[in-house]
């Protein structure tokens, strides 16, 4: 499975789901559903802009100002795909920057799968529909995360982190979610 195109595609799929009068709603995220899914394609578009060897400073720049503009489908559709071209062409291996430094594209791409996934679980909560992502989404985006969990949590991107309370036997879905500080 190409895990970048299924959560795409996942992510996308939540997004057309999104009833028309939620978009100001609060998400689990503390940012309403708009701005959930601006951050998420203003990430796909940034990783692009990395993964051409733009700089950090310069990608921000370019993507000043609101990028769903009145067609937020097509805007998660395009940067979606951009992102996964990027990731195609690039080398594992190739350095990415990160807040702490240099990366792997391959690390990067664990981080850029994780938003991905989780924010259309966001989005589910906040919109109040059936929060059921996905199986083999949330099963192929664990079995590559679950190794490297320590590591990623150590950046503090994931609010409060794992609650300590989900049992190893719970769903899948539930234990993934968990540990990335939201809970199901």
Do not use: K
Not at 44 to 50: E, I, Q, S, V
């Amino acid at each position: 499975m190409d895990l970048i195109a299924a959560a795409s595609a996942e992510f996308e799929r939540v997004v057309r789901a999104l009833p028309t009068d939620s978009w100001e709603l609060p998400t689990p995220s503390d940012i309403t559903v708009r701005e959930l899914v601006e951050h998420v394609v203003v990430g796909n578009r940034f990783t692009a802009l990395l993964l051409a060897g733009v700089s950090r400073d310069d990608a921000r720049a370019a993507l000043a100002g609101d990028q769903l503009g009145d067609d937020p489908i097509a805007a998660v559709r395009e940067s979606a795909a951009s992102q996964a071209q990027a990731f195609a062409a690039a080398p594992a291996e190739q350095p990415v920057p990160f807040p702490t430094g240099d990366i792997p594209a391959s690390a990067f791409l664990r981080f850029r799968l994780v938003d991905l996934v989780v924010h259309a679980w966001d989005l589910l909560r906040a919109a109040g529909l059936d929060e059921t992502l996905e199986p083999a989404v949330a099963s192929g985006l664990w079995e590559l995360v679950e190794p490297h969990l320590d590591w990623m949590l150590a950046f503090g991107a994931y609010g409060d982190g794992p609650s300590g309370t989900v049992s190893p036997q719970a769903p899948l879905q539930t234990r993934m979610l968990d540990a990335f500080g939201r809970r199901p």
